[in-house]
């Protein structure tokens, strides 16, 4: 059987490009780096030839007018209706960090994402686990510790209880941790669907043991991976 063609878009200032990259080829998909405006010049291929998604974390655009703000504008003006037929194909979208913002911003998910509530960039290692939800890309996943790294990383939405209900709570930082001050704890939300997932955290960053901060100590657990197999599998199987 052949691995799922999965695409990484990259735009100017994102850094994460290369670590998503790998995490999918773990996974056992066949990842491509593809460029911004590559993908705006000639988006066919995104339709034609690829089964994964991947909005992958960094600064787009040195976060100009708020993070991911000028990246979410191409992807509304320029892109259109490509992200939305995507996934109308039944085909799986990941959006990372700057990613997760950039799907907000276009409408593709839920809420909005703010400045941290201790108003400055936080980097540390949190642990988040997945409550029943739509996300295809959750399903039965074990907790998952893994970095973040933003400034504006603090998810808002006016009615959480009804995101829940829904079931789009995809995410939820654990053991007391809420590093930013998230409505309800959200780490990530996914769409109706259930395709579409934004989260805040890098499971990509910790896909195999030596990542972990403790993993010379023989306590480092809950890799980032079984996220990304997840999407794998579901792709493999559409």
């Known amino acids: 059987m052949s691995r799922p063609r999965a695409m990484v ?8 490009d ?18 911004l405006e ?6 066919a291929p995104l339709l034609r030839d690829m089964q994964i998604l991947v909005l992958a974390g960094g600064f787009s655009y ?12 191409a992807v509304t003006d320029r892109l259109g209706d490509v992200l939305p037929r995507f996934v109308e ?23 909005a994402l703010g400045h941290n509530a201790s ?22 996943l074990e907790p998952i510790e893994c970095p973040i790294a933003h400034g504006e990383g603090r998810y808002v939405h006016p009615d959480v209880a009804a995101l ?14 809420n590093p930013n001050g998230s409505a309800g704890d959200i780490a990530g939300v996914c769409d109706e669907t259930g395709l579409i997932l934004g989260l805040m955290p890098h499971p990509e960053n910790h896909v195999i043991g030596r990542q972990h901060p403790r993993h010379a100590r023989g ?12 999407g794998v599998r579901y792709a493999e199987s559409m």
């Open 119 to 140: 108003g400055h960039f936080q980097c540390e290692w949190i642990r988040m686990e997945a409550p029943a939800s739509k996300s295809i890309w959750t399903s039965g």
């Open 89 to 111: 194909l039944g085909r799986p979208v990941l959006g990372i960090c700057n990613g997760f913002q950039v799907l907000t911003g276009a409408g593709l998910l839920p809420g």
């Open 62 to 73: 040195a976060d100009a007018l708020g993070a991911g703000r000028m990246w979410s504008l």
């Open 9 to 16: 878009v990259a735009a100017p200032g994102t850094n994460r």
């Open 164 to 177: 829940e209900a829904n079931g789009q709570v995809a995410l939820r930082y654990s053991e007391g941790s």
């Open 18 to 35: 290369r670590d998503v990259s790998y995490a999918l080829q773990l996974a056992g998909a066949d990842p491509q780096i593809t460029l």
């Open 219 to 230: 306590t480092a657990v809950g890799s980032g991976l079984g996220l990304f197999q997840q």
């Open 38 to 43: 590559e993908l705006v010049e000639n988006p």
